[in-house]
């Protein structure tokens, strides 16, 4: 009879490059932590835009969010570039940015340590508009690395939370 050849694995599951680390998600019934720096987003549930956190990443670009405020909801939301936060549509999801020229962007991807950042609008230097760029909390407009907003530490929307101005 002879040696069987081996058969090739056909349906490979695809997955994920470097996720965020879970440290940057909050509990979605507890919210975000004053110990914690959460990613805030902004999302559009369908109710209009909202301000938000991440609670579970799903896919490179499809994350898990609750809207600051509104304890055990929860969406799933694809995260949108190029657009400004107001105009999201239903299901989407974005990311702001402050970069070292002072300018909001959004971002096209983000991983463990660096951003894609994009300009949400033609207004503005847009320079680092399509550069992968390193990424970080803390406000300074000279170490090169993008600060991200944060979702404070309460569950109240508006309130302790960094809060860019976008370009509009």
Not at 14 to 26: D, E, I, S, T, V
Not at 40 to 61: D, H, P, W
Not at 105 to 121: D, E, F, M, Q
Not at 142 to 167: C, S
């Amino acid at each position: 009879m002879g040696i069987q050849p081996r058969r090739l694995r056909t349906s490979r599951r695809k997955q994920m490059g470097r996720p965020l680390n879970k440290r940057y998600f909050a509990d979605a019934t507890d919210g975000p932590t004053a110990a914690g720096n959460e990613i805030k987003v902004n999302f559009n549930s369908g109710g209009g835009v909202k301000e938000g956190f991440i609670v579970k990443q799903k896919a490179t670009r499809k994350f898990v969010v609750s809207e600051i405020g509104a304890a055990d909801t929860t969406h799933i939301c694809k995260l949108a570039w190029g657009k400004l936060p107001t105009a999201l549509a239903e299901g989407e999801m974005a990311i702001s940015f402050k970069m070292d020229d002072g300018e909001t962007y959004g971002v096209s991807k983000i991983a463990g340590r660096k951003a894609t950042l994009a300009a949400p609008s033609g207004t503005g230097s847009n320079a680092y508009d399509g550069k992968s760029v390193p990424w970080n909390f803390t406000a300074s407009l000279v170490d090169g690395a993008a600060q991200v907003e944060e979702a404070g530490d309460d569950d109240t929307a508006g309130v302790d939370d960094d809060d860019f101005t976008d370009d509009a």
